[in-house]
């Protein structure tokens, strides 16, 4: 079955109904209009992609997985008006968009013995096939994979989330759906690790999801609990060792859905050493890779690691910048060397405006993450602090969401709380 995302269909019309300038660059206006003929995923570039045909020539659009803004999955209806199947169509004028029911779902109770459920099977807002308390299910391995698990019966289900926000409709519901996956293909994902994600709640500006502070809570795959509370404390106690949880070597089945193809880039990052390939073990260590984690673990235990850091977060290739900013939030201890980089990075980067967005600069991305490595390290030397005050001096007229960032920064090392109303400041 060809990809979809939100409502957004193969070989149909589409019609703009926003400005939007995509991760590459690309930018649309408001009533562009074109044919989307492919989507997909690529977890390498933690990115959706689309090819369309626009103005008579094929176009691909990229958007970062991890943005918050712009089209994205679960937003492309904000973006985009669905035409008719027949290129040849005329696209028809945005146009309010219609209530879309609910359907059938499966009622509580109903057993499969043990089975997978058949696929299209709607769960409602239950993601797993059992009558636990849904408080129990975890998801398996990586978060937001569609595989979610039970922690009380060990029931395994794959899924995939359809639904409505409401924001367009009024009518707000979720619902998951089974994906049909083969018994092979549904023992080999229940040896997998179950997965908890505990984020902490800083006094930050929204950053992208791969900046996120959180701590990666990996349990044992036969790990049963009868209650909430039961399964909180064991999660507590394997806060920090994930490096004691034992991973299938078993090789994935033939047969896995390209849904799940992470499950399959993870276990790639297992086989890893200190030793393996650089560019692999760097490829693999980029921000928001599912084998981020471990290739990083492995890149720090090289004799040459902080060279390899710093050579990455100079470097002008996004791989290579992402994964220097993954080694430098794992390395401890902090290498004493590391503040006098991430300054000499910062002072270096372009103010060139950013096309399109007025107020912002090309170069705002990349000093939002070594803004956000500086915090996390608590890099607070007298040093460090005087080179971001007069970094905020330099930005005021080029890009002021980046001062207040900075204010965010210093009243962190600082140990102040954030300011009341966050806009342009200067200490």
């Given at each position: 079955?060809?990809?979809?995302i ?17 991760a ?5 206006s408001a ?9 997909g ?17 094929p ?22 008006e669905v035409g ?5 169509t005329t ?12 359907p059938?779902?499966?009622v ?12 299209e099977?709607?769960?409602g ?5 059992c ?17 979610k698990?039970c ?6 289900t794959v ?10 409709t ?6 998951y ?11 080999w ?22 900046l ?15 209650t909430?509370?039961?399964?909180n404390?064991?999660?507590?106690k ?9 991973f299938p070597t078993?090789?994935p089945?033939v047969?896995?859905?390209k ?37 990083v673990?492995r890149?720090l ?5 902080f060279?390899?850091?710093?050579t990455?977060?100079?470097s002008?290739e996004?791989?290579?910048?992402s ?11 902090v290498?004493?060397?590391?503040a006098?980089?991430l300054?000499?990075i910062?002072?270096?980067?372009s103010?060139e405006?950013?096309?399109?967005v ?5 170069s ?24 971001l005050k ?20 210093l009243?962190?090392l ?14």
């Amino acid at each position: 079955m060809a990809m979809t995302i939100d409502h957004l269909r193969p070989d149909h019309g589409v019609c703009v109904l926003r400005d939007f300038t995509d991760a590459r660059g690309h930018s649309h206006s408001a009533g562009a209009t074109g044919i989307v003929r492919r989507m997909g995923l690529d977890w390498a570039q933690r990115e959706l992609w689309i090819d369309w045909e626009h103005n008579g020539a094929p176009e691909r659009l990229h958007f970062a997985l991890d943005s918050t803004t712009g089209p994205g999955n679960g937003r492309m209806r904000e973006y985009f008006e669905v035409g008719a199947y027949d290129p040849g169509t005329t696209l028809p004028a945005p146009r309010e968009a219609k209530v879309e029911a609910e359907p059938p779902r499966r009622v509580r109770g109903a057993s499969y013995s043990g089975q997978h459920p058949p696929a299209e099977t709607n769960l409602g807002e239950v993601a797993v096939a059992c009558d636990c308390d849904p408080a129990l299910h975890r998801a398996v391995l990586i978060e937001f994979s569609g595989v979610k698990a039970c922690m009380r019966c060990g029931t395994v289900t794959v899924t995939r989330t359809i639904g409505d926000d409401g924001r367009h409709t009024g009518n707000s519901w979720l619902a998951y759906l089974a994906v049909g996956v083969s018994p092979s293909v549904l023992h080999w994902l229940s040896q997998w690790s179950r997965v908890t994600v505990r984020r902490h709640g800083l006094n930050r500006w929204p950053t992208t999801a791969v900046l996120d502070q959180r701590d990666v809570i990996y349990l044992p795959a036969d790990t049963r609990c009868e209650t909430l509370a039961e399964l909180n404390a064991l999660e507590s106690k394997l806060l920090g060792r994930t490096y004691e949880i034992s991973f299938p070597t078993a090789q994935p089945p033939v047969d896995l859905p390209k849904q799940l193809e992470a499950f399959r880039y993870f276990q790639a990052a297992l086989r890893l050493t200190p030793e393996s390939d650089l560019p692999r073990l760097l490829s693999f260590a980029q921000l928001g890779s599912p084998g981020s984690a471990i290739a990083v673990e492995r890149l720090l235990r090289r004799p040459d690691a902080f060279e390899v850091m710093v050579t990455a977060l100079r470097s002008s290739e996004a791989v290579m910048q992402s994964a220097g900013i993954a080694m430098a939030r794992a390395a401890r201890p902090v290498d004493p060397r590391l503040a006098d980089v991430l300054i000499e990075i910062l002072n270096g980067l372009s103010f060139e405006p950013l096309p399109d967005v007025p107020g912002r600069i090309v170069s705002c991305r990349r000093f939002e993450e070594i803004l956000v490595v500086i915090a996390d390290l608590k890099l607070a030397s007298g040093d460090v602090l005087a080179a971001l005050k007069a970094l905020q001096r330099r930005l005021i007229r080029h890009d002021s969401s980046l001062v207040s960032y900075i204010t965010l920064v210093l009243r962190e090392l600082l140990g102040e709380p954030p300011p009341s109303q966050q806009g342009p400041y200067l200490p």
